[in-house]
């Protein structure tokens, strides 16, 4: 279903992939053994939603402001990737989970990058 509400920051790709890509670590987190609720799973959701409340917040400003925000959704892309790897090393999600959430957050970085660089390009 369709929102009768708008917002310009919705048709960006790297936006979509981010929200998606939160939605799939909150999946992941679900199964954590309940010790990690303020350690790990905390972290990693965080970090995950972060990509995409980020681009959000930046969308409306300047370039010079967006870029900032971009830089933080950046940030926190990366940190997904440590989680991601932690995650696997305590065996919460499987290697399979894990290169689908570095395949996920390599697409989305470069994509922040990209965006990036069109910013600075202006």
Same mark, same amino acid.
């Given at each position: 279903? *369709?929102?009768n509400?708008?917002? $310009? %920051? +919705?048709?960006?790709h /790297?936006?979509? *992939? !981010?929200?998606? %890509?939160?939605?799939l /670590?909150?999946? =992941?987190? +679900?199964? %954590?053994?309940?010790? +990690?609720v303020? $350690? #790990?799973s @905390? =972290? ?6 972060s990509? !995409?409340?980020?681009?959000a ?13 971009? *830089?933080?959704a950046?940030?926190? @892309?990366?940190?997904? /990737?440590? !989680? @991601?790897?932690? !995650?696997r #090393?305590?065996?919460?999600?499987? %290697? &399979?989970?894990? &290169? &689908?959430?570095?395949?996920? /957050?390599? &697409?989305?970085?470069?994509?922040? @990058?990209? #965006? ?5 390009? $202006?």
């Amino acid at each position: 279903m *369709k929102s009768n509400y708008y917002f $310009k %920051f +919705e048709d960006l790709h /790297v936006y979509q *992939k !981010a929200i998606v %890509f939160g939605e799939l /670590v909150n999946k =992941q987190i +679900e199964m %954590f053994p309940k010790h +990690e609720v303020y $350690k #790990l799973s @905390s =972290q990693f959701i965080r970090a995950a939603d972060s990509i !995409a409340f980020n681009i959000a917040e930046g969308s409306g400003s300047t370039d010079a402001n967006f870029n900032r925000y971009l *830089k933080m959704a950046w940030d926190s @892309s990366h940190e997904c /990737v440590a !989680a @991601s790897t932690k !995650a696997r #090393l305590r065996d919460y999600i499987t %290697f &399979e989970e894990d &290169e &689908e959430n570095r395949k996920m /957050v390599t &697409e989305i970085s470069k994509m922040i @990058s990209a #965006l990036r660089r069109h910013l600075n390009n $202006k």
